[in-house]
């Protein structure tokens, strides 16, 4: 291989986003390590069906996004996502589930989640939320960020919250963005704001909504 073929191919690697699948289920994991593979700019590094599987091969194989399930046969996926995100910062963990309650995502969002998608996504989409928490945003599925609208609607004056009188008018903007999916440096750039003051409107909402 010369010089300019082997610079090409490094190129290639480093622009590859190295994934580890978390799911119990073994079709699960065959199909999104083949759906993976397939696509350009992804490799599977990796597969683990339990909790302590996942935090083990998390150190071993060091990826940049885990897809992470919910429900795992020794534990939660909530529990292995808090393990790793404290241990290896520089994993991005991205939770994919049927599980749309609440109560569990609520639970992700605090173990430090970089993203919680439901599995009824399309391909093309989950190929874009595995890019955008690789990069370091933070995504939530289109069915989540209804959960944060109907959370907002849900209080009202007369109730014995005042979270959403509480809101700035900029953190209201975000929320009608977040539910078009769009993502925290996208809503940056929609609102003209730097990066880090996005996420920090984005945190104070989440904080106030207690979400």
Excluded: W
């Amino acid at each position: 291989m010369n010089s300019a073929s082997s610079a090409s191919s490094e190129q290639s690697q480093s622009n590859t986003i190295r994934v580890m699948i978390v799911d119990d289920h073994e079709v699960v994991r065959v199909g999104l390590t083949t759906l993976l593979n397939l696509e350009p700019g992804f490799t599977v590094v990796g597969e683990a069906s339990t909790r302590s599987d996942a935090v083990r091969e998390a150190e071993r194989l060091r990826p940049e996004v885990v897809l992470m399930d919910i429900r795992l046969p020794d534990g939660s996926g909530i529990d292995a996502c808090r393990v790793i995100r404290e241990r290896y910062p520089e994993c991005r963990v991205l939770f994919l589930t049927s599980y749309s309650d609440a109560k569990t995502v609520q639970e992700a969002l605090r173990c430090d989640a970089n993203g919680y998608l439901l599995k009824e996504v399309d391909s093309d989409y989950l190929f874009d939320a595995i890019r955008t928490v690789a990069r370091g945003d933070r995504l939530l599925g289109g069915g989540i960020t209804e959960n944060v609208l109907e959370r907002l609607r849900s209080v009202t004056p007369e109730g014995q919250r005042q979270d959403a009188a509480a809101l700035e008018d900029v953190e209201r903007r975000m929320l009608s963005l977040i539910a078009e999916g769009k993502t925290t440096r996208e809503i940056a750039a929609e609102l003209q704001l730097t990066y880090d003051a996005t996420r920090n409107h984005l945190t104070s909402i989440y904080r106030k909504l207690e979400i």
